[in-house]
């Protein structure tokens, strides 16, 4: 039985919209957090991605037009995540997209939507991002939990928007809508929404159609002097764990999740601009 009659995942939608081309559709509700489960369901996915000599373009976007990928579910246990295998060794999160980064296919990430946190992490790590122009919001706020982000954007960021731009987005934690990525280099481009399927379904089918082995050639090369060394990751996300274990992160996390974070909300829809006021207040409840 092939893998896409054998794959059932809950977190996302798994299409073949030809033998070359497969697209990934996120459909957590409410809002596209990643947790254990997610994280399970896309190792099962890397794991065949990996192998599969088929696949030239992996394309993935959401179900739902306000979120790609919120955040990290921060309520889950992460140690369910942990227990999973990881064959880089490092933990959960990290592998996920170390692994990601270097699959044979050229991965697409179509962000309508907030990518925020380890939403934007993924992004980050796929090869190329195309953005919603008026849909799309990424942003870092970890610095608002007094945390370092765990998935690596330090790494991934600064080969793309520079070194000034890297600090702006990491220190600010605001959001960055699509025109404003585009121009830092956050994203590749911002297309409109009317034609935003569109554009990246097209783009998607012409590079599918490729020879297989000139598409693993051109990778290869760019990623051999573009992609983070691998050492960098287990170190940002140890000290994300430890700042998550913080009085002052958990008295900002339980201050967002009782005005609804990971809920259908107004904290949730505007974190970026909200997260400064909500931490100073939870930050001098704890003194």
Do not use: C
Not at 218 to 223: D, G, L, P, T
Request: glycine share 6%.
């Amino acid at each position: 039985m092939s893998f896409l009659n054998s794959f059932r995942p809950e977190q996302f939608r798994l299409t073949a919209e030809s033998d070359t081309f497969w697209r990934v559709t996120f459909t957590n509700p409410p809002v596209n957090v990643i947790g254990p489960a997610m994280i399970r369901e896309l190792k099962e996915l890397l794991t065949e991605l990996e192998t599969d000599p088929g696949v030239n373009v992996v394309v993935f976007d959401s179900d739902n037009p306000d979120y790609y990928l919120a955040h990290y579910d921060l309520v889950a246990n992460p140690a369910e995540a942990e227990s999973l295998p990881s064959p880089t060794g490092f933990a959960a999160w990290p592998d996920v997209l170390v692994r990601l980064s270097k699959i044979p296919a050229v991965t697409i990430s179509a962000i309508r939507g907030i990518a925020r946190g380890a939403g934007s992490e993924f992004v980050l790590a796929t090869d190329i991002r195309f953005a919603s122009r008026e849909k799309a919001i990424l942003g870092q706020m970890e610095v608002g939990f007094s945390a370092l982000p765990g998935g690596g954007a330090q790494a991934r960021l600064s080969p793309l928007v520079g070194r000034a731009r890297s600090f702006e987005i990491l220190l600010s934690g605001s959001d960055f809508d699509g025109d404003l990525a585009e121009r830092y280099g956050y994203v590749n481009r911002a297309v409109p929404d009317a034609s935003f399927t569109q554009f990246v379904t097209d783009w998607a089918t012409r590079v599918s159609k490729w020879d297989p082995r000139v598409i693993r050639e051109i990778k290869a090369a760019v990623n051999a002097v573009t992609l983070p060394a691998d050492a960098l990751f287990p170190p940002q996300s140890d000290a994300f764990w430890a700042a998550a274990a913080q009085p002052r992160f958990q008295a900002v996390k339980d201050a967002l999740v009782a005005q609804g974070l990971q809920q259908i909300s107004d904290i949730e829809l505007n974190l970026g601009d909200q997260i400064a006021e909500v931490a100073e207040k939870a930050f001098a409840e704890i003194q």
